[in-house]
């Protein structure tokens, strides 16, 4: 496990451009400084999608500095929680973390009308793990 004084999680996609890129962005409004947060890819795109940016735009989290970044041994051993979307077998295991799997649906190739009711069960399953956390979510 990390040594980190707060929980440290890792979100895990295939090209770290959709999902959990707005994991991370969602666990880092609502957590703050309470909860590490990392995202990765195993197959990383050249930038985030563009549907993703805009969808968070519209509830007022702004990602396009974000770019997609490559998953690491380094970075699953660090984390305390690993939740992955989507990438298989893709990302190594270590004993002693928490691993999860969250089924969504890709928003790869799609609009910004069918990335919304992901962007919102993404951001609900945040608030559930924030809960499991112990880590009161921040005021929006």
Known sequence: MSTSPVPSVLFVCVHNAGRSQMAAAFLTRLGGDRVQVRSAGSAPASAVNPAVVQALVEVGIDISAETPKVLTAEAVQASDVVITMGCGDACPY???????????????????????????????RIRGLLAELGIEPAAW
């Open 94 to 124: 270590f004993p002693g973390r928490r691993y999860l799997d969250w089924r969504l649906e890709d928003p790869a190739g799609q609009g910004v009308a069918a990335v919304r009711p992901i962007r919102d069960e993404i951001e609900q």
